[in-house]
Structure formats: C-alpha cells, structure tokens
C-alpha cells in the first residue's frame, strides 16, 4: 500500500492547486501527479467522473470534488484547524469558499479565453500537459484544437457578450477589495489559512498565472500577490482574527461581491434548474445578467444554505449578514 495519496491534477486547474495548497498546509503525505497522457490510464480506472483533481488514498479509494476532498480530509487531520472556532467567522470562511468555486471562477475562465494573449497562454501550457511528448508542430495542433473550444464554452461560467463587462468590472472591484483587506495580514482571516482562502486562491491563483490578470496583480495589488505566493505553500503564522478587527475590509467584498453579485446569482440560477429553463436572466447591481443554467452549482448552494442553517440564530452572524445583503439569500426556506 502506497505511504500517501496522490493527487492527479493541474497547475492550470484552480481546483486542482485548492487541494494540494490544502495538502501541503496539513502537511499530509501526497504525491502530485500531473494528469498528462501518461496519467490518463490510473485516472481512467479511478475516476467516476471526467474531472480533476482525483485524489487517490492510500487504501486506493478515490475521491473527487475539491470541497468534499477538502472536508473529508479536515475531518481526518483536524489540526491545525482551518475553520475559526468563532462559528461567526467559521461560515464567512464556508461563504467565500463557496464564492471563490462558483463566482471567482468566472472571473478566472473568462478572462483566461476572452482575449487572444490569454487564449494561446493558456492552450500552450494545456497543450504541453495533453502531449509532453510531443513535438511543436503537434503541440501547436493541439494547442489551437483546446483554445477553439474552450473559447466556445465560455457559455458554461455565464461568460457571454452581455456578461463579460459585468465579470470584469467584478474582478477589478474584487481584486481592489481583496488588496486592502490583506495589507497588513497574511490570510483572509488573520496569520492562518481559512477554509475561504482555499477556495478563493485557486481561482485567483490561476487568474495570476495568466497575462491579463497577472499583470494586474503584479502592477496594482501588491498585498493580494503577496498572499497568492504564500498561498502556494501556506503556513500557520499565527491565529485568526476577531471580526472586529477583519469588519472594515471585509465587509466591503461581502457586500459587492457576494451580497450583491454573487449569492443573487446563486439564487436565480438554482430557480431556473428547478423551473427546467434553458435560460435564465437576472438583476445584478442594475444590470441584466443572461445566462444558461449551471446545474452543479445548485447542489452546492443546497449545501451552503444547509451550513448556515446549522448555525441560524447567530446574531452577530445574522447582523453582518442582513448589512451585507447576504441574509436573505441563505434564509429563503422562511
């Protein structure tokens, strides 16, 4: 029996770096293995579904999703923890994981395949991981076979001519937010990784690894860059935090990007794969967002509404989360 599991992912896939930053953090035994052609055949016997990352136990079960992976292997290694013991911070931390998998990685996908310097970055370096071996002239083939459809599934994160200012604007907004709230700390809720910044980093990680976006970080968000590089192989530095002492620069990303853009979204999307509709539009920020379904996405929202359920009657909770324009989308049961 092997010593460690193995986690076949990509660098290219935030999902897949959200878990090995995770494993890395607990310090458990695991081997990265690049899911190329020559991983195809253990991936293909494991794997339920056709995506990574799969992580492989020692026992040879297999495991795929990022957030269960992440949760099942908390529940095995709880220390050091990566859930605030204050049950306030505790779902803030769950939210911005949830945000991270579902809205950031529209900002991640769209601006990886919406402007021709990203598109040939991005299928180059795919291109290299589906045949590293290859010659240019192959690669290159495969390269411009990947960027053709991954430019055409833009649809599947609700990338779209209409969206696309919309996504952008988000992300410039995010970025900014995300940049005042980490001057002065090295995670999002103190001197320690919470569950949120796994789901948030793997997203804007990948973003970074791209021209576009990473010339933004690199040129106007020192702080956020500084917590992308840490994010690679974090560290406990310390403790988390208070919400008094996050509130200020915090609330700012909770209540644009998820009370606002994110958590609304989430709502109407979930009402439209309840309603079979092969379309949806809705309101955001007094802008009309169109877009089809994602049905994935649905079951996970069930999820986050189930966590705040749990602690539902929190006040101080509940209080940041009504100023913030969250609330009443994680109460919808009433």
């Known amino acids: 029996m092997p010593d460690g599991h193995r986690i076949l992912g990509a660098e290219v896939s935030p999902y897949s770096v959200k878990v090995r930053s995770y494993f890395r953090y607990k310090k ?30 020692p026992e040879q079960q297999a495991i795929q999703d990022s957030t269960p992976i992440v949760e099942r292997m908390e529940a095995m290694h709880p220390e ?8 306030t911070l505790a779902f803030l931390s769950a939210l911005i994981e ?18 021709e310097v990203d598109q040939h970055s991005a ?13 240019d002239e192959e690669r290159a083939a495969v390269a411009n076979g990947i960027v053709a459809r991954m430019v055409g599934r833009t649809w599947f994160v609700g990338s779209n001519e209409q969206t696309a200012p919309q996504i952008e604007a988000s992300w410039k907004e995010g970025l900014a937010q995300l940049n005042a ?10 001197e320690r990784p919470a569950f ?6 793997g997203q804007v990680y990948n973003a970074w690894t791209d021209p576009t976006c990473g010339a933004m970080l690199e040129q106007g968000a020192p702080h956020a860059l500084a917590w992308v590089e840490r994010m690679l192989a974090p560290e406990a530095l310390g403790e988390f935090e208070t919400w008094n002492t996050l509130e200020a620069t915090l609330t700012p990303f909770l209540e644009r990007q998820v009370g606002t853009l994110f ?15 092969e379309e949806f539009s809705v309101e955001l920020d007094g802008k009309t967002w169109t877009q ?4 994935y996405h649905a079951r996970s929202l069930a999820a986050l509404r189930a966590k705040y359920a749990e602690v539902r009657g929190n006040a101080q909770l509940d209080g940041i989360l009504e100023s913030t324009g969250c609330l009443r989308w994680l109460a919808l049961s009433d």
């Open 98 to 115: 949830e945000f991270g998998d579902e809205w950031g990685n529209k900002w991640m996908f769209h601006y990886r395949w919406a402007r």
């Open 196 to 201: 949120g910044d796994f789901g948030l980093w």
């Open 80 to 87: 050091p923890s990566i859930h605030p013991k204050d049950p």
């Open 181 to 190: 709230h980490l001057a002065g700390r090295s995670y999002l809720f103190g």
């Open 292 to 295: 089809k379904p994602q049905k």
């Open 28 to 57: 458990i035994p695991h081997e990265w293995v690049p899911r190329d052609a020559n991983a195809m055949p253990e991936f293909q016997k494991h794997a339920k579904l056709p995506l990574i990352p799969l992580v492989i136990t």
């Open 263 to 277: 958590l609304p979204w989430s709502d109407a999307n979930a009402r439209a794969i309840a309603e079979g509709l």
């Open 123 to 135: 299928g180059r370096r795919i291109a290299a991981l589906m045949a590293p071996d290859g010659s």
